[in-house]
């Protein structure tokens, strides 16, 4: 087979004149800053509570997603029902709307004088301008990845499985709970590391819903924004790594959860 | 077994059916039906007129144009590559393959921000390469080619992700019969792997191309919001709406969402006419 030579050459130099190479300068820059300048803004204050907030909100919204995303993949494997199709493709939105646009659309629904938000308002329960906000930017931002990672293997689990388990005599819930369930386990995982790296570092979405008042609604992602605009390159880049450093280590241990769940069930 | 009783062992009856078919529906108009409702509904609040006048001001349009720009650019350059990439994996065998694949898809686990941040640091004018930039009178932040270099590092993995398991699954024998009946290497690709690929292909390009065009986070970090120069479609939407311009920044952002609209559309034509598996894509 020709073009080896070509292809690989072409591919590696690519990889590193917009990728490594440009990735590389934020290590560089981080390792070349003392340690007392990094800790001071890396882990200041006001950069832990974003911290806490961008990794808490995206926590809470890949939950959310876990739940219902499988809920939607189950309905859109298992069932027919008329539109079938338009809901499949409505699913990949966030994909393909612009996060800028599903920011402001989000906003003008939960805003106090919003669509939803007027009917929210006199219940005392406040969306836009509040963590839950972000939640819920973080929840669209995040479906997609849950859905298409159940459902390839919930189309390839076999009925013969669960005709077995019907035959010994188990209830439909516990079918799924005992059967069904383990086999998704590891791809609903998958979903969930995916939905929950992206709604980490997400920006667009939640710049405009969340209010990004300092130490109560700013992000982690928001706070790199604002001291690069003060012209605070370390600062800028102590945050992004310290962020950096925290997602990888999060996804190592969901790998390793995953690794272990597949030794357990023989796969 | 028969039928009857075997479908009623392993599903569930027609109200629960319809109780979980409900619940997700009711899920996805919430969450995903109603966001992009509202985008219309407020940019057409103020009747077509205002909505006409809104997305053809000098800034919008320049706004248009730049964005159409920075995918001209982008789409074809990573689509380069994603073959060029998808080729070297799938076709050989080679030590690091697994790592050259995760380096591919790294820039989809970077924040949007920090994929902006790294070419500050790297061109900015405090930047590594800044003081040269400058003494050569070359611009990259703040301009254009900042914005170019951003959206290839955000779209870098899209068309070979989608290539790779497609090329994959299809194996290499009908090259090797081309090449063994005397086609050489570039007519092998251009006659036997591109048209067993187009399709995927263009899924991978559709995908890429609205996420370029709709990247708002790195190209902010990059742009310096210059009006009329570096501002484009997502950032001027930004701009319009922080200025208490709902009705212009809808507009301009129900454009977006018809570019939205339109991928889906057509992304799901080619999905039901070729049934291709893309599994968890971006």
Redesign the interface.
């Given at each position: 087979?020709?073009?080896?030579g070509?292809?690989?050459g072409?591919?590696l130099t690519?990889?590193g004149l917009?990728?490594?190479?440009?990735?590389a300068?934020?290590l560089?820059?981080a390792a070349g800053m003392g340690w007392h300048e990094f800790v001071a803004v890396g882990l200041s204050h006001r950069a832990l509570a974003a911290y806490r907030l961008s990794f808490g909100t995206a926590a809470a919204a890949g939950l959310v997603n876990a739940v219902?995303g499988l809920?939607?993949a189950?309905?859109?494997v298992?069932?027919s029902?008329p539109g079938k199709?338009v809901?499949?493709?409505?699913?990949?939105?966030?994909?393909?709307?612009?996060?800028?646009?599903?920011g402001?659309?989000?906003t003008?629904?939960y805003a106090p004088n919003g669509?939803?938000g007027q009917f929210l308002e006199p219940l005392g329960i406040k969306v836009a301008f509040t963590p839950i906000g972000i939640i819920?930017a973080l929840?669209?931002v995040g479906?997609p990845?849950v859905v298409?990672?159940v459902e390839?293997v919930l189309a390839d689990l076999g009925?013969d499985v669960?005709?077995a388990a019907?035959?010994l005599g188990a209830s439909?819930l516990q079918?799924f709970n005992r059967v069904i369930m383990p086999a998704i386990g590891p791809a609903l995982l998958?979903?969930f590391a995916?939905a929950f790296?992206r709604g980490?570092?997400?920006?667009?979405s939640v710049i405009?819903i969340s209010g990004n008042m300092p130490g109560r609604t700013e992000i982690?992602?928001?706070l790199?924004?604002t001291q690069?605009e003060q012209?605070a390159?370390n600062g800028?880049?102590a945050i992004?790594v310290v962020?950096?450093l925290v997602?990888f280590a999060i996804?190592l241990l969901i790998n390793a959860i995953q690794a272990a769940s597949r030794r357990r069930m023989g796969i | 077994m028969s039928r009857e009783t075997t479908l009623r062992a392993t599903s569930e009856g027609h109200l629960s059916q319809a109780l979980l078919i409900g619940g997700a529906l009711a899920f996805l108009g919430f969450f995903l039906a109603l966001p992009l409702i509202a985008v219309f509904g407020e940019a057409l609040k103020a009747g077509i007129g205002t909505f006409a006048t809104a997305i053809q001001t000098p800034d919008a349009l320049a706004s248009i144009r730049l964005t159409l720009f920075i995918a001209a650019i982008s789409v074809p350059l990573n689509m380069v590559f994603g073959i060029a990439a998808s080729w070297a994996i799938t076709k050989f065998e080679f030590s690091g393959k697994a790592l050259l694949i995760t380096l591919i898809d790294l820039p989809f686990s970077i924040s949007p921000v920090v994929s902006g941040l790294i070419f500050v640091l790297l061109f900015g004018a405090n930047g590594v390469l800044g003081p040269w930039l400058a003494a050569h009178d070359v611009k990259i932040i703040f301009a254009v080619p900042g914005i170019v270099l951003a959206t290839l590092f955000i779209t870098f993995p899209f068309v070979a992700r989608e290539l790779i398991p497609l090329i994959m699954e299809q194996g290499k024998s009908e090259e090797e019969a081309a090449l063994s009946l005397g086609a050489n290497g570039w007519q092998t690709f251009w006659y036997v792997t591109l048209p067993n690929i187009r399709w995927g292909l263009l899924y991978g390009v559709l995908l890429c191309n609205a996420r370029a065009m709709g990247e708002f986070g790195a190209v902010s970090v990059v742009s310096g919001h210059i009006r009329g120069e570096t501002n484009t479609m997502p950032l001027h939407v930004e701009i319009l709406y922080n200025e208490y311009d709902f009705v212009g920044a809808f507009a301009v952002a129900s454009l977006l969402a018809l570019l939205a609209l339109v991928t889906l559309v057509a992304k799901s034509v080619l999905e039901w006419r070729f049934e291709l598996n893309s599994g968890a894509s971006h």
């Open positions: 087979m020709p073009g080896f070509l292809t690989f072409f591919t690519w990889l917009i990728v490594l190479i440009p990735l300068t934020i560089l820059k219902f809920l939607v189950w309905v859109l298992r069932y029902f199709r809901v499949s493709a409505l699913v990949d939105l966030p994909f393909a709307l612009p996060t800028a646009v599903a402001i659309a989000l003008a629904l669509w939803i819920v929840i669209f479906l990845f298409r990672s390839p009925r669960e005709e019907a035959t439909r079918t998958t979903g995916l790296a980490v570092g997400e920006y667009g405009f982690a992602p928001l790199i924004v690069l012209y390159y800028a880049t992004a962020m950096m997602s996804l | -």
